[in-house]
Nanobody
Framework: QVQLVESGGGLVQAGASLRLSCTAS??????VGWFRQAPGKEREFLAH????????YHANSVKGRFAISRDTAENSVSLLMNSLKPEDTAVYYC??????????????WGWGKGTLVTVSS
């Protein structure tokens, strides 16, 4: 059994940076994705990475601002978010990839409880 726990969320001002972490416990994980869900909206794909650290993919909507990476020392996957905007406000989740399209939430399982990111203007 594997468990994912997200951390690092908080309240920041527009333009700030934030690093989220997704820590895995239990058995080995092959690939992980980051998603977010804003109130009243569907869960949105952000990034995906193989647990080895490569390859990594980013949604076009956040490419250039967000970067996913593997932290081997912490057995976690990070999502560095730069130049945050109020529209980035959401609950951010990580989950384990099971196959198929990497940008579809239905192809992930083992969702963590999420971490809230609030960006003020």
């Amino acid at each position: 059994q594997v468990q994912l726990v997200e951390s690092g969320g908080g309240l920041v001002q527009a333009g700030a940076s934030l690093r989220l972490s997704c820590t895995a416990s239990g058995r080995a994980v092959r690939s992980v994705g980051w998603f977010r869900q804003a109130p009243g909206k569907e869960r949105e794909f952000l990034a995906h990475i193989h647990w080895s650290g490569s390859p990594a993919y980013h949604a076009n909507s956040v490419k250039g601002r967000f970067a996913i990476s593997r932290d081997t020392a912490e057995n976690s996957v990070s999502l560095l978010m730069n130049s945050l905007k109020p529209e980035d406000t959401a609950v951010y989740y990580c989950a384990i990839y099971s196959g198929g399209n990497i940008d579809s939430a239905i192809n992930y399982w083992g969702w963590g409880k999420g971490t809230l990111v609030t960006v003020s203007s």
